[in-house]
């Protein structure tokens, strides 16, 4: 059984700009560090692309690009986990949550972008995802409005 978090965060720049920040393989290393230092990204961000996010271990999720309006809205699908590099999306474990959807949707806001996540978890991520979740929209805005 999973659970839909919702968090949003205004960000003082144009959508664009966000959207490039969040997408970008330095800056994205930069927000994504709050969920674990030194994560990363391979892959694509195109709509049909296979995409896995990893921690520095080779550990992370293995995910394909649902959905990729530019500069309007993305959606990953979760389709399982990698461990020790090697994608599992057969396991008994993975198919309990499998997929999953991460979402992401920017909207023009006057004087900058509200961005808007939902993001579909299993009970024992919910604590997790609602402590960190928010500090990497923070970080995330601070890039933005920095000019980093």
């Known amino acids: 059984m999973k659970t839909t978090l919702q968090f949003s965060e205004f960000i003082q720049s144009p959508r664009a700009r966000v959207w490039e920040t969040m997408l970008d393989p330095d800056s994205y290393r930069l927000w994504t560090s709050e969920f674990c230092e030194g994560s990363c990204y391979e892959g694509s961000w195109a709509q049909g692309s296979r995409i896995r996010f990893l921690a520095p271990n080779g550990d992370g999720m293995t995910s394909e690009i649902a959905e990729n309006r ?3 809205r993305i959606s990953i699908r979760h389709l399982g986990e990698v461990k020790a590099g090697v994608d599992d999306l057969e396991s008994a474990s993975v198919k309990d949550w499998a997929p999953a959807y991460e979402n ?3 909207t023009e806001a006057p004087g900058g972008t509200e961005i808007q996540v939902s993001v579909e978890v299993t009970p024992d991520f919910v604590p997790y995802m609602k402590d960190t979740f ?4 923070r970080r995330l805005k601070s890039l933005c409005e920095s000019g980093s």
């Open 70 to 72: 530019l500069h309007e």
């Open 104 to 106: 992401y949707t920017f």
């Open 134 to 137: 928010p500090k990497a929209l």
